[in-house]
Nanobody
Framework: QVQVVEYGGGLVQPGGSLRLSCEVS????????MGWYRQAPGKERELVAT???????NYADSVKGRFTISRDNGANTAYLQMNSLKPEDTAVYYC???????????WGKGTLVTVSS
């Protein structure tokens, strides 16, 4: 019932920036968490950044100081501002929406970010 869709992936040069968006639609619970995860070829999916309904954030050490996660006032859209991109940031980036007490957990289909040249 809940739809999660990512936007904004693409090709960018090292040192460049991209801004990803995640739109959540459907039956959205007011108290929820959202986050960005990524999976590079041959690697496990890993946490990039999370943000709670109160806008508490958590970042992977590898992106601290470079990436910023945010969400809109209605908690139905999350963003990931990515600066100073490195080739090792190349991955499919997935948006996640969840609320553990009600076993709510949804994933987007991902958007590809390629950092090269």
């Amino acid at each position: 019932q809940v739809q999660v869709v990512e936007y904004g992936g693409g090709l960018v040069q090292p040192g460049g920036s991209l801004r990803l968006s995640c739109e959540v639609s459907g039956s959205i619970f007011s108290v929820n968490n959202m986050g960005w995860y990524r999976q590079a070829p041959g690697k496990e999916r890993e946490l990039v950044a999370t943000i709670s309904s109160t806008r508490s954030t958590n970042y992977a050490d590898s992106v601290k100081g470079r990436f910023t996660i945010s969400r809109d006032n209605g908690a139905n859209t999350a963003y990931l501002q990515m600066n100073s991109l490195k080739p090792e940031d190349t991955a499919v980036y997935y948006c996640r929406y969840w609320y553990d007490p009600l076993s709510i957990n949804y994933w987007g289909k991902g958007t590809l970010v390629t950092v090269s040249s």
